[in-house]
Each structure stands twice: as structure tokens, then as C-alpha cells.
């Protein structure tokens, strides 16, 4: 049986275009029951506070950089969106007084026009937000060198190849409005994958990349970054890959209800939980990571209802 076209963008592929029996069992979740999603490889936690919520994945960045040393380099791959953790993992080191000089951190992904990365003067670049929001404000002498930070802005081989020498912790994400981590956005709906999107297998062999974006993440980072304006918002990024995704010990993932909806958060958790992936949602294809954690800010998982307003 033909899946339907999406509703969101016909040519391309999102989780309108799954099985509505599966949207609805997503649908109808409690929040209770969300946190008892957890199986082994996956756990859902919960938090009652933004502010235990945002301290818990500003030490994420405290947990990883303690254990890099020279001669085991480790790190985090961390996102921008969401972004208020960043101010607190430089308070944090400064006021702990924590020498992360030997750390390491990925931005997971990079805006691109014309081919090119954007500058660091750009009003969107994640690379700029990184600096202003964290490393920027962290006390030189704890400072970790600029060339421990790594950017998909230049050789993105090499960016690739980073993560194969130093040891990736963990790497942070949101979830978008497209169900999607860091850019790994759903694929267009042509050629091979015109009938039926790719694989679960043939989507985890991408690495970091420069990729067009879903007109749902176009729209959305206007909303959330750009005050609406979406002619401020790149088509393409570049952005980290399922390859050095599955090289991260472990995939933790942010949701305080800022970037998708109750029905979003609770549709990616029900398909990992049950093993269910499709590249369609790409944040399913977490399923098959050996070490998933989905942190939620409680009451942003709400419920699921009609309302007009």
C-alpha cells in the first residue's frame, strides 16, 4: 500500500506520511506513560524544573570535559537549540574554577549559503552563538584552546575523522518541529526514494555533510531564531552525520517543549521505545543506538487535545 504524500511538503518525506494508527497511539499518551517508555539502550528522564532541567545538561559539558586528558582526549557534541545551558556551563567552570584546557567539543552543525559556510558575523552562525553564549565567557586560563573546538565549517573530512580520535561522550540535541537531530532532516521524495524513503540502513551511512533543509526547519528556525524573518534563514546546512552519531557513547537529547510540540516529543519516544524506525522521522532511527537518553521538562509534554485559540 502507497504511503500518502506528506501534508506538510510533497516532496519530501516527514511523519505525516506514517501509518495513522502509529500517530495516533503516539497521540493518546499520558505523560506518565511517556516516562515509562525507558527500555535498556533507552531511558526517559524527567524533570519538574527549567532550572534542574538545564543545570542537568549544563553538566553533560562538566561530566565529559573532566575526563579528557592529553592523553584521552574526550568531548561533547553540543547543539544550539536549545542554548540556555551554554551561559551555564561557562558559570559553571568559572565559579568551580575548573581547568578544561585538555577538552574537547563539536558543534554539531553549521548554517550554508552559496556553497559556504556562513561567517562568524552572520546573525545565525551557531559557531558565533557557541562562542558568545559559552566558550567566550569561560576565564582564559580554564579555557580549552580554540583548536579543540571543531566546527563543520571547513574540511568536513576532518571533522569527521575527529571523531575517531577523540573520544565523544556524549552528543546533546533538541528535536525539531521535522523530528529531527542536529540537520539530519527527512529526505526529499524523488528519484529511488520516491515511493518509499530510504532505508533505516541506507540513512545511518551519512556522514557530516552539507544538506538541504525541510521547509518545516526553514520556517521553524525563522520562528525561533529570526523573529519570522524566513528569508534571514539559510536552505542548506552543514551538519553532523548518523556515522559520528553512533561513534558517541551516548545520544542525549533536550526537550523543554521550546522547538516541537506535545505530540512531537511524544511520537519520537513511543517509535524508539518500541524498536520502531523510519527515516521519514529520523530521530527514530535512535532505536538502534545502544545508549539513548530523552530528557523531558515535564510540563511541557502537556497533552494531546483539540483546543482553539
Known amino acids: 500500500m502507497a504511503r500518502p504524500l506528506s501534508k506538510l511538503a510533497p516532496d519530501w518525506w516527514d511523519y505525516t506520511t506514517l501509518d495513522p494508527e502509529l500517530l495516533k497511539d503516539a497521540a493518546k499518551l499520558t505523560a506518565r506513560q511517556v516516562e515509562r517508555l525507558s527500555r535498556p539502550g533507552f531511558r526517559v528522564v524527567m524533570y519538574d524544573t527549567l532550572e534542574d532541567f538545564y543545570l542537568a545538561e549544563a553538566l553533560e559539558y562538566i561530566q565529559a570535559w573532566r575526563q579528557s586528558t592529553a592523553d584521552n582526549p574526550c568531548g561533547i557534541c553540543g547543539p544550539i537549540g536549545p542554548t540556555e545551558q551554554l551561559p551555564l556551563v561557562a558559570r559553571l567552570v568559572n565559579e568551580l574554577e575548573l581547568d578544561v584546557r585538555e577538552g574537547h567539543f563539536w558543534g554539531m552543525d553549521e548554517w550554508v549559503e552559496n556553497g559556504q559556510p556562513v561567517p562568524a558575523d552572520h546573525p545565525l552562525s551557531f559557531a558565533r552563538a557557541d562562542w558568545d ?23 568536513l573530512a576532518a571533522y569527521s575523522y575527529s571523531y575517531d580520535f577523540i573520544r565523544c561522550v556524549v552528543m546533546q540535541g533538541g528535536q525539531g518541529d521535522i523530528k529531527h537531530w542536529a540537520f539530519n532532516d527527512p529526505p526529499r521524495r524523488r528519484g529511488r526514494w520516491k515511493d518509499a524513503p530510504p532505508p533505516p540502513v541506507e540513512y545511518r551511512k551519512l556522514r557530516t555533510r552539507v544538506t538541504d533543509l525541510h521547509p518545516v526547519t526553514i520556517m521553524q528556525n525563522a520562528r525561533t531564531s529570526g523573529g519570522g524573518q524566513v528569508n534571514l534563514v539559510p536552505t542548506q546546512a552543514a551538519t553532523v552525520g548518523p556515522v559520528e552519531t553512533w561513534k558517541a557513547e551516548k545520544v542525549s537529547i533536550w526537550q523543554a517543549g521550546m522547538h516541537d ?14 524498536g520502531i524506525a523510519d527515516s521519514a522521522v529520523p530521530m527514530s532511527l535512535l532505536a538502534d543506538h545502544p545508549n539513548v537518553q530523552f530528557n523531558f521538562y515535564r510540563p511541557a509534554l502537556a497533552e494531546v487535545k483539540t483546543e482553539m485559540h
Open 133 to 155: 553564549l559559552c566558550f567566550g565567557r569561560i576565564h582564559p586560563k580554564l579555557r580549552m584552546p580554540k583548536d579543540h573546538l571543531h566546527f563543520p565549517t571547513g574540511d
Open 261 to 274: 510540540n506535545p505530540f512531537g516529543m511524544r511520537l519520537t519516544a513511543w517509535m524508539i521505545s518500541k
